[in-house]
């Protein structure tokens, strides 16, 4: 869906971390992506997206109901740096692998960078280099800590002003509905469609208009 609306935005993607499902799908991808204002159309995805569909793993073709996290972070600017104590920082290297699991480079390609103070967990296995991929993974979690500290001035701010919400898995911002019935929802603008097929082919501008215009209010 999301490279889908990339395409159409002609935005630049990269795939800096892929790892595929158990059985089928993928579990969790990390992309880095370019183009003109596209963190201020992105950033409307940030939250937890709900599915409810009919699995075709189950043999009783019974409606599930899934979830998945979306994180969207702007990188950092080259001259907005966050120090990171080496005492603080854990770095492993390993095998970069592909779809199915092969190999994809016989030398310790792939990192992961580990905050310990934070457990925030950066791989990036995108580059044949291990210098770039630690680069890369570098910026992301310098990214990530930089977004877990506005996150937390803000939560103050609220407290401060009694805005306080819990977060949790019921909080999602977005239902997906693909059976009994078709329907998109957004949960915060109540911005909606039925046209479904659309969106999951990555037309979502409308979604993120809707999103724009609800923040000004």
Known sequence: ?????????????????????????????SMRISGRYAYG???????????????PFDAESMRHTSFALVEVIPELPE???IVIKDEDLR?????????????VNK??????????????IVTCQSERSQHQNREIAMK??????????????????KQLKGETHQA???????SYVLQPYQLVKDHRTDYETTEIDKVLDGELTGFMEAYL???KK
């Open 1 to 29: 869906m999301y490279l889908r609306f990339c395409e159409q935005k002609k935005y630049t993607v990269e795939i800096i971390d892929r790892t595929v499902g158990a059985e089928a799908g993928i579990k969790s991808v």
């Open 41 to 55: 159309y992105l950033k409307s995805e940030n939250g937890m997206h709900r599915l409810v569909r009919i699995s």
């Open 79 to 81: 001259t907005e740096d």
């Open 91 to 103: 770095m492993d290297f390993y095998h970069s692998s592909g779809p199915g699991g092969q190999n």
């Open 107 to 120: 030398t310790s390609s792939a990192v992961r960078l580990v905050h310990i103070p934070t457990s925030i």
């Open 140 to 157: 992301v979690l310098k990214a990530k800590l930089h977004h877990l500290e506005q996150e937390k001035r803000d939560q103050e701010e």
């Open 168 to 174: 949790g898995w019921g909080k999602q911002i977005r």
């Open 213 to 215: 215009r609800w923040l």
